[in-house]
């Protein structure tokens, strides 16, 4: 069992930053795979960026060159460092860990991005 507690949003202008964290507790954190999720009202959840056990990190196409996913596993703690926010970055922001069958949530953070 892994348990994932995100924090770090908040209310940013646009062109602001963020730095949204996720600390997991259970087992092994450096042998899952982890990702950043988000949703936006009436929208479905969208992948934003993932991190491989082994460091690999893939990232959407919206979001490249703004945004940084990264791993501590001494901390067991995966990061999003977003930059350049847009208004439509607007969403709730979920943590993700898996691992074969296993997948884990978070309970979101929100990310608001406004003027």
């Known amino acids: 069992q892994v348990q994932l507690v995100e924090s770090g949003g908040g209310l940013v202008q646009p062109g602001g930053s963020l730095r949204l964290s996720c600390e997991a507790s259970g087992r092994i954190f450096s042998i899952y795979n982890m990702g950043w999720y988000r949703q936006a009202p009436g929208k479905q959840r969208e992948l934003v960026a993932g991190i491989t056990s082994g460091g690999s990190t893939n990232y959407a196409e919206s979001v490249k060159g703004r945004f940084t996913i990264s791993r501590d596993n001494a901390k067991n703690t995966v990061y999003l460092q977003m930059s350049s926010l847009k208004p439509e970055d607007t969403a709730v922001y979920y943590c993700?860990?898996?691992?074969?069958?296993?997948?884990?949530w978070g309970q979101g953070t929100q990310v608001t991005v406004s003027s």
């Open positions: 993700n860990a898996g691992r074969l069958s296993y997948i884990y």
